[in-house]
C-alpha cells in the first residue's frame, strides 16, 4: 500500500494504533471536523485581534497535528500560540498562520485520499 | 461520557478503571488507544469537561467500582481548568480522594503551579502532550504505578 505522502505520516500513526487500520481511519474522522472548526475559530479570533482565543485555538491545533505526527504544522502553532501570549505581533501571527493554513488545505487532500483508498 | 472494555487483558497486571478529562477529541481518541495498547486499565472513561468529571466523581462516589484509580488530566480546559478541577476534587468525599490518583497530560510544562497536590499524593505523574506509547511504558515502570498495581 502507498503511504507516501508529504505530510501525514502513516507509520508514525500505526505506531500509536498498534498497525489498526479501522482506528487510524475513526481518528482521520476525528480530525477531519476538528480541525476545521478549530481553524475557522483561529480565523475569527486573529480578525478579532482576540489574542487569548487565538492562544486557546492556537494551543489545540498545536496538540492536533503533534498528535497526527505533522510537526512542522505542530510547531508553527506554538509560535502563534507564544506570540498570542505577548498579546502583539498580530501580523506576524496572520503570516504564519496563512502559511499553516496552506499546509493545512494539502493534509485534508492527504487524509481525504488516504480514506478513498482505504474503503 | 465514553466507556472501553479492554478485552485482552492476558493476565497481566492492571488497573480496573481510568478516566481521561481533556476537551479535546483528538487528544482523547489517541490517549484511550495509547492506555487501552498499554494495558494500564481494563476500562476507560473519557470524560470531555473538568466538570463533567467532577459530577460523575461526586455522583458515583459511593460505587467503587466506578471510582477510576487513575485520572489522565488536561489542565487547559475552557470553565473548569485542570487546576480548577483538582481544587474541586480536593472537595469530593474520602472515598473518591484515597482512591483516584492524577495523571497531568498537558501541553504545557506547569509543574511548579502543581506542588500543593503533588506534596499531598494527588498528583503523581506528568506528561508532556502528545502522549505516546513511550511515556506510559515509563509510567508503568515507575513506582508510583508499581505501588498502585500491588
Known amino acids: 500500500m502507498n503511504h507516501d505522502y508529504r505530510y501525514l505520516n502513516i507509520e508514525y500513526l500505526y505506531e500509536y494504533l498498534d498497525d489498526n487500520n479501522a482506528s487510524l481511519k475513526e481518528l482521520i474522522n476525528i480530525f477531519i471536523p476538528s480541525i476545521k472548526k478549530d481553524w475557522s475559530l483561529l480565523v475569527v479570533a486573529i480578525e478579532n485581534k482576540d489574542f487569548d ?3 486557546a485555538h492556537a494551543h489545540k491545533l498545536k496538540s492536533s497535528y503533534r498528535y497526527m505526527g505533522v510537526f512542522s504544522v505542530g510547531d508553527t502553532m506554538e509560535k502563534i500560540d507564544k506570540l498570542a501570549e505577548g498579546k502583539d505581533n498580530i501580523n506576524l501571527i496572520k503570516i504564519l498562520s496563512i502559511e499553516a493554513l496552506q499546509i493545512h488545505e494539502e493534509i485534508i487532500e492527504e487524509v481525504s485520499d488516504f480514506l478513498n483508498n482505504n474503503p | 461520557m465514553m466507556i472501553d472494555n479492554n478485552t485482552d487483558q492476558n493476565d497481566e497486571a492492571m488497573l480496573n478503571l481510568a478516566m481521561i478529562i481533556d ?6 481518541f489517541m490517549a484511550q488507544q495509547v492506555l487501552i495498547n498499554s494495558k494500564i486499565a481494563k476500562d476507560t472513561i473519557i470524560q470531555p469537561a473538568g466538570f463533567s468529571a467532577i459530577n460523575y466523581l461526586e455522583r458515583n462516589h459511593d460505587a467503587d467500582e466506578l471510582i ?14 485542570g487546576i480548577d478541577f483538582l481544587e474541586r476534587f480536593m472537595l469530593l ?6 482512591k483516584s490518583k492524577i495523571v497531568i497530560l498537558s501541553g504545557y510544562d506547569k509543574r511548579s503551579e502543581l506542588q500543593k497536590w503533588v506534596d499531598n499524593g494527588t498528583v503523581i505523574y506528568y506528561i508532556l502532550k502528545p502522549l505516546k506509547p513511550g511515556h506510559l511504558r515509563d509510567f508503568k515502570a515507575s513506582e508510583v504505578y508499581q505501588k498502585m498495581i500491588v
Open chain 2, 23 to 28: 476537551d479535546h477529541d483528538i487528544s482523547n
Open chain 2, 68 to 81: 477510576p484509580e487513575i485520572i489522565f488530566l488536561d489542565l487547559d480546559m475552557p470553565v473548569v481548568s
Open chain 2, 93 to 98: 468525599p474520602l472515598t473518591v480522594r484515597e
Open chain 1, 53 to 55: 482565543k487565538i492562544k
